[in-house]
Structures are given as structure tokens and as C-alpha cells.
């Protein structure tokens, strides 16, 4: 079965500090990656995904990601981050093998201080 | 909003007791899918349902059971209830079974057992 891990659990930054947020997957096939954030209060949305093609996957509110195969790797990364990036983030997997379900990462949790 | 609703919102309950969360996924959605977070365990999938049908099974305990019912609304029953099962259970809709649709996630339901 896969699993993903997410390096670090809490993140504390300044805003316009840069941001990288490690995700690495166990799963030797073919996958299907994802971010999803939490906004206090909120209900998970999708931040990016990456199916094939291009290894550097732009998404919404500024924030991109790329997988790196040989590393099992899927990082997050946004170059200056702001107040309201303030959220929990979570990386998942989904192994390409028939079943859409997703495998998430225990999330890290972003403090963003203005 | 993700157009998911889920209901109650919270429930707190006692040890050995039963409860039912609700889901009602975004319009037009068939497959349905069950989350539980917990700060030990993070995001976990329990259960899918695809139109009706059980599609796919993940850590679900056997005291916990789903289903979806014709109007595609899916309730899970959770019982005998412990007080490791405190969590968050979210519910997550998407169109079709298919890691390349997006799994839209409702605001969930606060589960407390004392």
C-alpha cells in the first residue's frame, strides 16, 4: 500500500518569505499527486494536482509543485508567501492502479506571521 | 463553499453509543467518500461508494458501516463508539470514480465521544 510523508508539521515564516513543503510517496507505479488546503475553518480545497506531462504544476493563489520520480517526490513551493496563506497543507496520493481513492500525508500546518 | 454538506456539524456522545453522519454530496456527483481525521492518524480513507455500490475499503473499522442510498446521499454509522473514535469525519464527493476528478470535501462533522 502507499503512504506519503510530509517532512515537516509546523512551518512558521514571515510574509514574502519563500516556502517549499516536502511530500514524499512510497509506491513503486505509475500515481497521481495532489496538494489540498485547509483554511482555518474551511473545508479542504485542491491546490494543484499532477496527472503527467509537465513535472511542474502551477495552481491556484501563486503556489506550484513538481515531482521529481526519482526522488518519489512532489514539493510545494511559493515564492513569497503572504498572511492569508496561513493553513493546514496536505499531500495525497492516488495510485494509478483502477481505485480514485487518496492517500494523504498527516499535513504540515503553515503560520504565516504578517 | 464545495457544494458537500455534511450534518450534524457536531455531536458529542457517549462511550458504547451509536450515531449516523449524514453526507449529500455537489449536484450531480455519484461517487462518495468518507475521511477521518485525527491528530494521531492525520487524513485516513474509510470507505467508497460509487453510485449506490461499496467501491472501495480502507482502515475501516468493523463497528463502522456506510451507505449511499438512491438519491446518492450516503450516511455513516458509526457504533459502539470508543473514545479513540473522536475525529473529524469528512465526507468528499467527486463525479465519477476517477482520480482524474477532483474530490470536492465537505465542512465535516465533529465527532466527540466522552
Known amino acids: 500500500a502507499q503512504s506519503v510523508s510530509q517532512h515537516n508539521h509546523h512551518v512558521i515564516l514571515s510574509e514574502a518569505a519563500s516556502l517549499e513543503l516536502g511530500c514524499n510517496y512510497s509506491y513503486g507505479g505509475t500515481v497521481n499527486l495532489f496538494w489540498y488546503v485547509q483554511y482555518p475553518g474551511q473545508h479542504l480545497q485542491l491546490l494543484l494536482k499532477?496527472?503527467?506531462?509537465?513535472?511542474l504544476v502551477k495552481g491556484i493563489k501563486g503556489f506550484e509543485a513538481e515531482f521529481i520520480k526519482s526522488k518519489f517526490s512532489f514539493n510545494l513551493r511559493k515564492p513569497s508567501v503572504q498572511w492569508s496563506d496561513t493553513a493546514e497543507y496536505f499531500c495525497?496520493?492516488?495510485?494509478?492502479?483502477?481505485?480514485?481513492?487518496?492517500?494523504f500525508g498527516k499535513g504540515t500546518m503553515l503560520l504565516v506571521s504578517p | 463553499d464545495s457544494g458537500v454538506t455534511q450534518t450534524p456539524k457536531h455531536l458529542i456522545t457517549a462511550t458504547g453509543q451509536r450515531v449516523t453522519l449524514r453526507c449529500s454530496p455537489r449536484s450531480g456527483d455519484l461517487s462518495v467518500y468518507w475521511y477521518q481525521q485525527s491528530l494521531d492518524q492525520g487524513l485516513q480513507f474509510l470507505i467508497q461508494y460509487y453510485n449506490g455500490e461499496e467501491r472501495a475499503k480502507g482502515n475501516i473499522l468493523e463497528r463502522f458501516s456506510a451507505q449511499q442510498f438512491p438519491d446518492l446521499h450516503s450516511e455513516l454509522n458509526l457504533s459502539s463508539l470508543e473514545l479513540g473514535d473522536s475525529a473529524l469525519y469528512f465526507c468528499a464527493s467527486s463525479l465519477r470514480d476517477s482520480s482524474y476528478n477532483e474530490q470536492f470535501f465537505g465542512p465535516g462533522t465533529r465527532l466527540t465521544v466522552l
Open positions: 499532477y496527472f503527467s506531462g509537465d513535472p
Open positions: 495525497a496520493v492516488n495510485a494509478d492502479s483502477g481505485y480514485s481513492t487518496l492517500t
